[in-house]
DNA sequence: CGCCTAGTTGACTTATATCAAACCGCGTGG
DNA sequence: CCACGCGGTTTGATATAAGTCAACTAGGCG
């Protein structure tokens, strides 16, 4: 498993420099963060914090994907959050991570030492304020993620997942079709935990929504969805 | 349904001058605060916003309880999070809401129009910042919210709702035994919407924690609970 | 007094979980 | 080069937790 070396030089260069934690910091609050920030890389499958650690750093996801899960002491397990480019992890001012973070792909990390970055925050405005869009955001699609969870039914479970991952990956290249062509950066497991699921009701259902006509697949991650508007109306959100 | 009529006169008197979003306000943050602020009341069962309203206002729960609830277009209902005083209710920089939030008591409220608002949080760091720290401690608790939805039996998730409940509640009035006695602040109907559950699911539920001797209640809302530390291990989150 | 809402309880159905087996593509080592 | 094992996935048979439908109780209020 080949980890990619960072190959960014400058914030400029960033392929998340525009919707980043820092992405409304003028030029001199960004030298400020410029002089803090690190990056590291991981495996896919590699645990970046595991729940109950202190917490160190934190950063954003530059390139890849990565899962927040929470874990019952039974071994049950549920995803509380995907984390794709651009998004931050970690929490200013708490000293550990309630949540195991790991890498469903190779992911590459904007880190900051969690004491430097939490003065950064009081002292450059724009950090906080862009921070505090983020996690309004995030807790917007948490809830949306909660009627999901406790409402839904599997096959509409499914369609809403693949749904949001087909418009999330293709608002990164906009050119809109009806249509929409993805590789599944997780497993059926990763799915499930997800969706609150087993697996094989996940795979029951991909199977189902393909018979319908509704996803096509060969390769078990190539994903093609040739009417997403078709798609949506299978999520229940839909009069 | 009586309305009571806000009786406090200044930040200093409020009940929820250290929880809420001013709590971090110097004097002087305070006083900015003060001359843009107002009282709202409502009376259990109003609904404060209507999902897609334009959002008018943001604010402070000063008393009472109100939910936050989202709906599916054939009416499926899932509850995706439960205001207490010193929460705060609305979301800067965004035009609408994409919940409805309903008073569930009798809600008083300290509001402030969202455009004045949004400039006081751009010019008053205490309040960005306070209002950044609630944000991430709702979304951990979503996220916590998230883990009972996708992976907890009926009984766990009763177990969870009173559990959490009972330490809120206690945590106002601070005075620790291994018991709680509460008043159930919600229907069965709400409960079985946050839990995402059926009503007779619920029902069922409490009769079997009530004849398991894990609770206990003659009148259906007020609830004893002579062992926290039982009630929890029913909850799944003891190995 | 009778209606109305909230809650409880029972009988039955069903969606999803569980248990089990087989499949498929892929890298490894004989 | 092929057999083997392995992780990820699919599919089938069966079990069960929770939902549905329905009847009934108990307060509260006009």
């Not at 921070?131 to 809403?160: C, H, N, P």
């Amino acid at each position: 498993m080949s980890l990619s070396v960072p190959k960014i030089r400058s914030c400029e260069d960033c392929p998340i420099r525009y919707n980043a934690v820092c992405s409304k910091c003028d030029p001199e609050e960004l030298q400020d963060l410029e002089e803090i920030k690190y990056y590291r890389s991981y495996a896919a499958g590699q645990t970046v914090f595991f729940g109950g650690d202190p917490l160190e750093f934190v950063g954003s996801i530059v390139s890849g994907v990565s899962s927040l899960t929470r874990t019952l002491p039974d071994g049950r397990i549920q995803m509380v959050g995907l984390l794709l480019p651009g998004d931050f992890m970690g929490r200013p001012n708490r000293d550990t991570i309630d949540c195991d973070v790991v890498a469903e792909t190779d992911v590459m990390l904007c880190c900051f030492r969690r004491k430097p970055f939490e003065r950064i925050i009081d002292e450059t405005p724009h950090v906080g304020q862009r921070l505090l869009e983020m996690t309004l955001d995030e807790l917007d699609a948490a809830r949306e993620w909660m009627l999901v969870l406790g409402r839904k039914t599997a096959r509409e479970k499914i369609a809403s997942l693949l749904h949001m991952i087909a418009t999330r990956m293709a608002s990164l290249k906009p050119g809109e079709t009806a249509e929409a062509t993805f590789t599944l950066p997780i497993t059926r497991e990763t799915m499930a935990n997800y969706l609150g699921l087993t697996i094989e009701t996940v795979s029951r259902q991909m199977s189902a929504l393909k018979k319908d006509g509704l996803i096509a697949f060969d390769e078990r991650r190539d994903i093609r969805v040739p009417d997403l508007a078709a798609l949506k109306a299978e999520t229940g959100e839909i009069a």
